[in-house]
């Protein structure tokens, strides 16, 4: 019987690494995820359901060491030329469970890669955080703090804004950095979060990018101040809070790359947010492929399973092939973000506006595809039981964030048409 | 409920949308204003502050809550404001608003009710099939009202209708209608009928319905009976509630029917015709559903829209060419749809221009509306959560509540691409869809 495994990926991409975690992955989805993640929406606040299956993932199988250099306990990843790709094989098999929690692992790592990747590994900075994910067994959660009540995701927008609606500030006083401000929704907030980067000015309203400040801050540092989770249309594994900081300190050399370093690798979390986002997409697709596949088979139709009516099939096609072309350009921008020799580096303009452009082109076909495969269902569409409506929840929200799809779309014209005014 | 019996149509300008209950905002989109009569206009409005009072203004303490909230809410608008009596003859306690033209009256209701949620909105809906079904002036059911209008009728407690139609089911070689599986067989017994089911789906509330329709097929005839049970009879057992994406207020459940001994009376109707008058009007219900969630949404866009400032350009968010060109097609969707329910009501007041409710014509036309308003719905508010991002999806805003409804009813409503068989049947003649 046909499976999953038969969408096409570019096998050329893959990698030894990616393959062996990912089937890890996929056994652990099946034991220790599928058979709980219907209660998963109750549990948003507590993660009584949700913390265990990582506490096994991240602690147990110890992959939340996989980006640190091996000679600190790590597996190396950040030294790889397929981060990448393996990573898009990760989140896909977590996500064709759920991609609340695919998000919630991707995070995990998201800040990370400021400082345990080529070409600007910091050292320093790996040694001190290192043990936090490698010496324990319980799972351990990192966090991106980017988005402010003021000016909600436009300080993602370094091209044009250069930092200057940044309120929360980072001041110089001896050797450390004084930080104070407010963010909102990072993922793994709402108490889960052990460590993270915030994005900071360190001269408020300045345009000059060396003025943005990329810091880490441990969370149990004084003064900084956790909500509880929010509450969501969807995606309850991906806690999401209000963060607030009043004189939280921490050393200078915190700061995850330097001054105009931080602006200029921060394009790389971007880049990485966008690929990620596609592949929780095709992981869901797949799940859903697999639900769709067995509500058409066996209910019927004039006497047919319903798959075997032509105008249904017409519908299964389509889903079908969205996948396939989803889940190749996926691959496609998770090869682009790792190979900096052959499409420049991932951090840059052109790799920026190309993964956000593929992101929200794969949203849009992602969420009409599912829309009408959930409404084919008819009423077991909305029923939890088929999972499909979940799947529909969690990916909209994947749609949405990262500045969601305007802010996407003129960042996609600034390059490609060269707008000098948008 | 103000008095129909009295009613006739008003100049538009005095409408009740261009009195200030609403004429910053619900006024702007067209609708037929020489066509709703005074009293569609008065209930309207007292729907309105009673849906602001008993829900939005609570929404954000009790959220989806369906005992503290939603309940309450079903029974002021069912008894209270008398909504479930609306249709039924005056001699047996009811309302008697039951001309044609009552579809303006249900479309103007369902819609201020969805704007409030949509769930109660949709459970309304059944009802005013169902009465319309029975009781509708012109093929009016004198033994079925007598019947089940006090049913309605007595004071106190709301009756939650829901019905039971054909599905897509695992079986290959039951008894179908238009392709999908009847879910209850009825069989003629000598006191009446004797039903059995298993794992039926309701279209809603099946963990608290009061009366159920069921679209049975009638065991040895090859023929259907649409057959009304009670939510109490010997034999009838419902399954947990089950969780699903939206709709609150319909806390569904399967239900089995183990040989429900009911009365020959209970068999309201047996002709096609008559079915298919029952579905136009709901979904004409399902339309109103649609289009209340859509205004709903508006008015969250538009306060949206008013305060957010892009601080790349330092547009107010209205302002921006692409968000601003984006909300205009947001409230063209609004305004094509709200037209095209309108028109749907009209053709069900106008039997005699358009043809009974029930026949083919009508019937395609319902379902043709319906798919359309409720599809731009769905369009239309993910363009909206788009415009909000993460706004969007939390619940905070209230937008993705609509967007979960609208989504459901859509899926209850059934799979457009069957839908589409009929439009092809009846259009271009096509015989074996």
């Known amino acids: 019987m046909r499976s999953i495994d038969d969408f096409s990926r570019p096998l050329e991409y893959l990698t030894p690494l990616g393959e062996q975690v990912g089937e890890i992955i996929r056994e652990w989805v099946e034991k220790e995820v599928i058979p709980y993640r219907r209660d998963f929406d109750e549990d948003y606040l507590e ?46 098999e977590i996500a064709r469970a759920d991609s609340g929690m695919a998000v919630a692992f991707g995070v995990v790592f998201w800040p990370l890669v400021l400082i345990c990747c080529e070409p600007h590994v910091n050292r320093r900075l790996c040694e001190e955080f290192a043990p936090m994910f490698t010496g324990t067994r319980e799972p351990v959660f990192s966090c991106m703090a980017m988005t402010e009540p003021q000016g909600g995701s436009d300080i993602e927008n370094v091209e044009i804004l250069k930092g200057s609606t940044i309120r929360t500030t980072a001041v110089q006083d001896g050797d450390e950095w004084v930080i104070n401000g407010h963010k909102l929704w990072p993922t793994n907030t709402g108490g889960v979060a052990d460590l993270m980067a915030v994005v900071c000015t360190t001269d408020p309203g300045s345009r000059d990018v060396n003025d943005i400040a990329i810091i880490f801050v441990p969370c149990h540092l004084p003064g900084v101040t956790q909500s509880s989770a929010y509450e969501k249309a969807g995606m309850a ?83 079908a092939a969205t996948i396939e072309a989803l889940r190749i350009l996926g691959y496609q921008c998770a090869r682009m973000c790792d190979r900096h020799d052959l499409y420049g580096p991932r951090w840059s303009p052109e790799v920026m506006a190309k993964a956000r452009a593929h992101r929200y082109f794969a949203a849009d076909r992602t969420l009409e595809a599912m829309g009408r495969v959930m409404n084919l269902m008819e009423s077991f569409g909305a029923d939890r039981e088929w999972d499909v409506e979940k799947h529909w929840r969690d990916v909209k929200m994947v749609q949405l964030w990262l500045g969601g799809k305007q802010l996407s779309q003129m960042e996609v014209a600034r390059w490609f048409y060269e707008c000098e005014t948008l | 409920m103000p008095d129909f019996q009295a009613c006739h149509p008003i100049a538009g300008s005095e409408g009740f949308y261009e009195k200030g209950y609403r004429m910053n905002d619900l006024g ?4 037929p204003r020489g066509r709703l009569q005074k ?80 769930g109660l909105a949709f459970l309304a ?138 009365a020959a009376a209970h068999c309201v109707f047996r002709e096609e015709q008559e079915y298919r008058r029952l579905l136009s009007w709901y979904y004409l219900g399902l339309a109103a559903c649609g289009v209340g969630a859509l205004l709903a949404s508006y008015r969250i866009l538009k306060e949206w829209g008013d305060n957010r400032v892009i601080k790349a350009t330092g547009n107010i968010f209205k302002e921006n060419p692409l968000t601003g060109a984006l909300m205009g097609e947001i409230a063209k969707e609004i305004a094509v749809d709200r037209l095209l329910a309108y028109d749907l009501a009209e053709m069900l007041a106008e039997p005699d221009t358009y043809g009974d409710a029930g026949c083919e014509g009508v019937f395609t036309a319902a379902l043709i509306v319906v798919h359309h308003v409720l599809s731009s719905a769905d369009y239309a508010i993910h363009r909206i959560m788009e415009l909000m991002a993460s706004a969007g999806y939390a619940k905070e805003w209230q937008l993705e509540r609509y967007w979960r409804d609208v989504k459901t009813v859509q899926c209850y409503l059934g799979a457009y691409e069957l839908a589409k068989h009929d439009f092809a049947r009846w259009f271009y003649g096509a015989r074996t869809l």
Not at chain 1, 73 to 82: A, E, N, T, V
Not at chain 1, 266 to 279: C, F, K
Not at chain 2, 83 to 89: D, I, N, R, S, V
Not at chain 2, 187 to 211: I, Q, Y
């Open chain 1, 47 to 92: 993660h009584r359901l949700i913390l265990p299956p990582f506490r096994k993932l991240l602690g147990e199988y110890g992959i939340q060491r996989i980006l640190f250099p091996e000679d600190l306990g790590g597996w190396g990843l950040g030294h790889s030329d397929y981060l990448s790709v393996a990573a898009f094989r990760m989140f896909e």
């Open chain 1, 237 to 319: 594994a991906d806690k999401n809070g209000d963060i607030w900081f009043e004189n939280v300190r921490v050393p200078l050399w915190y700061r995850a790359c330097g001054p105009g370093d931080d602006a200029r690798f921060y394009g790389e979390v971007v880049s990485l947010g966008n690929m990620g986002s596609i592949a929780f997409m095709t992981g869901v697709m797949l799940n859903v492929y697999e639900k769709v596949r067995e509500f058409t088979s066996r209910n019927t139709y004039r006497g047919l399973p319903l798959k075997e009516n032509d105008a249904v099939a017409g519908v299964l096609a389509d889903f």
């Open chain 2, 28 to 31: 702007l989109f067209p609708y």
């Open chain 2, 125 to 262: 809906a059944h009802s005013f099939a169902l009465q319309a079904a029975l009781a509708g002036n012109g093929n009016l059911k004198r033994e079925a009202c007598e019947r089940f209008a006090p049913l309605f009728c007595a004071d106190g407690a709301p009756v939650i209708v829901s019905f039971l139609l054909p599905v897509f089911t695992e079986e290959e070689s039951g008894a179908t209608w238009r392709g999908k599986g009847l879910q209850v067989t009825a069989r003629a017994a000598p006191a009446g009928w004797k039903l059995h089911g298993k794992c039926v789906r309701p279209t809603c509330s099946g963990a608290d319905a009061d009366l159920f329709g069921a679209w049975c097929a009638v065991e040895g005839e090859g023929q259907q009976a649409f057959i009304l049970v009670p939510g109490d009879a010997r034999g009838l057992a419902r399954g947990p509630e089950f969780r699903k994406t939206g709709l609150a207020a319909s806390r569904n459940a399967d239900i089995d029917l183990a040989g429900v001994e009911l």
């Open chain 2, 39 to 118: 009293a569609d206009l008065d209930l309207a409005a007292e729907l309105q502050s009673l849906v602001d009072k008993e829900i939005v203004e609570k929404r954000l303490e009790l959220k989806e809550d369906y005992e503290r909230l939603l309940k309450p809410a079903f029974v002021r608008l069912m008894v209270e404001m008398g909504l479930q009596k609306m249709f039924w003859p005056e001699d047996l306690g009811g309302e008697g608003h039951n001309e044609p033209g009552v579809a303006f009256t249900v479309m103007a209701a369902l819609e201020q009710i969805a704007c409030a949620d949509v």
